[in-house]
Each structure stands twice: as C-alpha cells, then as structure tokens.
C-alpha cells in the first residue's frame, strides 16, 4: 500500500497520542465474537493514560505512564488485577484494542504483519465528520477473505472512533466524546495489590534479576555489532512512487507525493554455523572471509544499486576478518 494520503493518515494513527486533549466518553465494544452486542464503557482518557469503567461504576481497565492493570469483574470481582507493561495494552481484551494505537509494526506499508499479506484501500480516504469531529474515513480490504475493514480516524490526533468489519459487524465505537479539564493524575494510578501479567520487552523493572541481567547482556552484544559495521552513511538508490492529488477547484492546483519503501538485511554467521542463509526470504547475494560467512537480501532497491550495495557492505566488513571475535 502506497497510497501517500494514506500514509499521513496512519502517521497519525500510530504517533498522534501525545496530542490527545483531555476527554470522557462512552466507548462501546463488541466483548462477545458470537454476538452483536456491544457493551457499553464510561472512559476517561488523555493520551496513553486511561481509565475504562462499565455501565455499574466497576473497574474494567486502567493505564499509567508505565503500566497497564486489567480487572476481571463479572468473575473475580474482589482479586486483584493484572499488571501489564505499557507495551501489552492489546492484552486488555477488546477494550484494550479500542483504545491502544497500532505500532509501526503492525501496519508495514507494502505488507500487513498481522495478516501476513499486503492490505489495500478499498477506496481513497474520505474526510467526512462523526460525534461532531473532523474524520477520514479509511475503507481496507483483508486479503485472502477480500472483506473490507472500515475505521473513522481524527483527523487532528488519529485516534480511531470507529472500526467495523464488513463480515464481523461493528467492532467499537464512540458514542460519545468530549474534551474536559485536564484529569486528576490519580484517576489513573493503582496503589493496590496486584499479579504480574505479561511485559514489553525492555520494560527491565518488571523482569527477575537473572533475565534483567541477560537483557543487558544481550543489548551490550547488540550495540557492539552495530558499532563494528558502521552503516549510518550508506546511500542506497531505492524505487520510489509518485501520486498526484488535484485540487478541487481545479487541474491548475496540483499536489505531487512521493514515497519510496527500501530495506536490507545483512546477515552473519560463523563459516562452520549449519544456518543457510539462502532460505532467508529476499537474499539476494552471499560471500565468505576467513571468518564469516555473510548474506544481504534487499528490498525495493532500485535496479543496479543491489550489486554496489553488496559491493560497500564486503568493504565495510572485510575489516572485521582480522578482528578477534569479541
């Protein structure tokens, strides 16, 4: 997908939060996949802090700077909730999935990770208004079943109010949302008791010394390898597409977008490691030293480029054959 107003939009999607207003509303989420029922939820919100309370006043969801608790209860009322790191809101149920943003991983122009093939527009992006607010409406269509998702984004901060599926139904939705004085930071924190649930990855308070300690082991390997293949300079030619938007008064007024998609990957192994690289997806060239045996698999690298990439990647790493390994 390389739709340049598309992409705007999903900036926003993805990064827009930290420009949320302070606001309540009722948010009604589909919690049953069996039914059409949507429940409804008192929500209080300002950017990546929330706090989600049912129709009775009871605790459903809550989120802090760092981390996030989810409360079960219709069946555990009284135990305490489920510490998440701030990483894991998808692990408040569907609620948590109304509410969190997408990470850049899950929308990969070009390719869809969460289901692993490329997802199109069913149409051009629409600004229409919803709950009295600027919105795009964004038509996709899932590959494989070809049903199409619908969402209602801001278009000033890109939260989702919105989000249908053509086969599934209505997913959540706002129906009601206002800005209000900023929250009392309380209403947002857990003094409680509480049980370790899942974490993000990096998140080292919340990990057993002995994993915290490998953590950072692990990184230390990591930022070492980045420091011995400097590749912060390298200039890669990549292909690059080109939209044009006409203005609506007219042909004279024109808007050209470019975009361009580029990847490689470099790959490093010892001479007698059993890994073949040539089964990694995209490898286009392997070479060996007297120490190594190296591939690169490029993605939307322009024509003729791939052969000098290869040919500034053997040189930046001949020099690590005659260094100790570390």
Same mark, same amino acid.
């Given at each position: 997908? !390389? ?14 939060e930290t ?29 990546? #802090? ?10 459903? +969801? ?27 809101? #998808? ?9 969190? #943003? ?25 600004? !229409? ?25 801001d ?9 249908e ?8 939705r ?25 974490? !993000?990855f ?32 390298? !200039? ?5 597409d ?8 007219g ?6 977008d470019?975009?361009a ?7 490093? +192994? ?7 690289h ?7 060239t ?8 190296? +591939?690169?698999?490029?993605v ?27």
């Amino acid at each position: 997908m !390389t739709d340049a107003q598309w992409l705007e939009i999903l900036v926003r999607m993805v990064a827009g939060e930290t420009s949320e207003e302070p606001t309540e509303g009722v948010l009604a989420v589909r919690l049953d996949e069996e039914s059409d029922e949507l429940t409804r939820f008192r929500v209080r919100k300002h950017g990546h #802090r929330w706090r989600v309370e049912d129709e009775a006043g009871r605790l459903w +969801s809550m989120q802090d700077d760092r981390h996030g608790y989810v409360f079960d209860p219709e069946t555990d009322a009284d135990g305490p909730p489920q510490r998440l790191g701030r990483g894991m809101s #998808r692990m408040h149920g569907a609620v948590g999935e109304a509410l969190s #943003r997408p990470r850049p991983i899950d929308w990969v122009i070009g390719g869809d990770m969460r289901y692993d093939d490329a997802t199109e527009l069913a149409a051009p992006p629409r600004r !229409t208004s919803y709950l009295g607010q600027d919105v795009w409406e964004v038509r996709l269509v899932l590959p494989g079943s070809r049903r199409e998702m619908r969402f209602l984004v801001d278009v000033v901060n890109g939260r989702t109010l919105f989000s249908e599926h053509e086969e599934s139904g209505i997913l959540f939705r706002w129906e009601e949302v206002a800005v209000v004085d900023p929250h009392r930071p309380e209403l947002f924190a857990w003094t409680g008791p509480f049980e370790s649930g899942f974490v !993000t990855f990096g998140e080292d308070d919340d990990l057993p010394e002995h994993l915290a300690e490998a953590l950072v082991r692990h990184r230390a390997a990591e930022d070492e390898v980045v420091e011995s293949i400097p590749l912060g300079d390298l !200039t890669v030619a990549v292909h690059g597409d080109v939209m044009a938007f006409v203005d609506e008064s007219g042909p004279d007024r024109v808007r050209l977008d470019w975009h361009a998609q580029g990847a490689f990957h470099l790959f490093r +192994s010892p001479l007698d490691d059993p890994w073949d690289h040539e089964d990694s997806d995209g490898v286009a060239t392997s070479w060996v030293d007297d120490r190594w045996r190296w +591939s690169v698999g490029a993605v939307g690298v322009a024509p003729g480029a791939a052969e000098r990439l290869v040919a500034d990647l053997q040189a930046r790493t001949r020099a690590l054959s005659a260094t100790p390994d570390p």
